[in-house]
C-alpha cells in the first residue's frame, strides 16, 4: 500500500490549490463530490502534490513546463495545475475525448495533443491510481474499512485481471471513459493488497445513474464518477458508506442524451 506519510505530506502540498469538497447525504449514503473540484475532477490534488515537490526537487525542470497523458481529467488538471504555478503545459489527449475535457485544457492555457486512442494507451496511468490511494489511506487509519472497487460491465477490466490473475485485453464499451486506462503491474499489486472486492455495474444501470444524481442530488457527474453511485443499490446503504463522484466532466450531448432518456 502507500505509505500514509506519503499521502499526508503529498495532501499538505496540494492545500493551497484545491476544494475540500463537500459530502451530501443521497439514498442512505453520503457523495463525496469530488466533481467540484476547479477542474471537475479530483486529478488536481495528484498534479499538485506532484507539481510542488517537483518544483523543490528539479526547478528548472519545472520553469520548462508540464506535461502528461490522459483520457481527459488529468489533462485538465496538469493545465490547472501549470496556469496556477505560471508554467507552460502540454497534454496527449485521445483523439476521441470529449470536446468539454479538450476545452478544458485550452481554458488554462494548455495546449492539448491529440492522438489515436492505440497510440496513447500504452503511456495512459489508469484512473485505478485514485482506488488505490484512497484504499491505501483508508486502510491505514481504520483497516475495518471496506474498501469496494467499481467498474462497467462495459470495461471490466480489473474484475477479469484478478479472475485471470495477470493482464487481459478488454476494449471499452461504456461511458465511463475515465476508468478505461490500462493494467500495470504496479497497479495490480497495489489493488490485489487494498481492495476488498470488485462490483459490475451494467452499462444501462450506469446510464441511468447520472440523470438519477442529477435530479436526487443536482449533481453532474460523468460516467466515471457516477459509477460508485451506481453501484450503491449492490450495496447494504447506512450512514458509513461513501461513494465518490469523482469528476463532472460530461460531454454536452451525452448529458443532454441520457437526460432526455
Not at 91 to 115: C, Q, S, Y
Request: proline share 7%; aromatic share 6%; net charge neutral.
Amino acid at each position: 500500500m502507500v505509505e500514509l506519510t506519503r499521502i499526508r505530506a503529498a495532501a499538505e502540498r496540494a492545500r493551497p490549490y484545491v476544494q475540500r469538497t463537500p459530502m451530501v447525504p443521497v439514498e442512505g449514503a453520503l457523495l463525496k463530490l469530488e466533481c467540484l473540484q476547479p477542474t471537475g475532477s479530483f486529478k488536481v490534488r495528484g498534479f499538485f502534490a506532484a507539481a510542488t515537490q517537483a518544483q523543490i526537487s528539479m526547478p528548472e525542470r519545472v520553469r520548462h513546463g508540464l506535461i502528461t497523458v490522459s483520457a481527459g481529467n488529468a489533462a485538465q488538471a496538469c493545465a490547472y495545475a501549470a496556469h496556477s504555478l505560471g508554467v507552460p503545459c502540454r497534454v496527449v489527449m485521445f483523439d476521441t475525448a470529449p470536446a468539454t475535457k479538450i476545452d478544458g485544457v485550452k481554458r488554462w492555457g494548455g495546449e492539448p495533443m491529440l492522438r489515436p486512442r492505440d497510440e496513447v494507451l500504452d503511456w495512459l496511468a489508469s484512473e485505478a491510481w485514485r482506488v488505490s490511494g484512497i484504499a491505501s489511506a483508508v486502510k491505514a487509519l481504520r483497516g475495518d474499512v471496506e474498501v469496494v472497487g467499481v467498474q462497467s460491465d462495459g470495461y471490466e477490466m480489473w474484475k477479469k485481471v484478478f479472475e485471470a490473475g495477470g493482464p487481459v485485453i478488454v476494449q471499452p464499451e461504456t461511458i465511463a471513459d475515465g476508468t478505461t486506462g490500462p493494467f500495470t503491474p504496479q497497479m495490480f499489486e497495489l489493488l490485489k493488497e487494498c481492495v476488498d472486492r470488485w462490483i459490475t455495474v451494467p452499462e444501462p444501470r450506469l446510464r441511468a445513474a447520472v440523470p438519477e444524481l442529477a435530479a436526487a442530488a443536482k449533481v453532474v457527474a460523468e460516467g466515471a464518477g457516477a459509477l460508485a453511485y451506481a453501484a450503491l443499490e449492490q450495496l447494504e446503504p447506512g450512514p458509513k458508506t461513501i461513494a465518490v463522484v469523482s469528476g463532472g466532466n460530461i460531454d454536452t450531448r451525452l448529458l443532454a442524451s441520457l437526460l432526455s432518456g
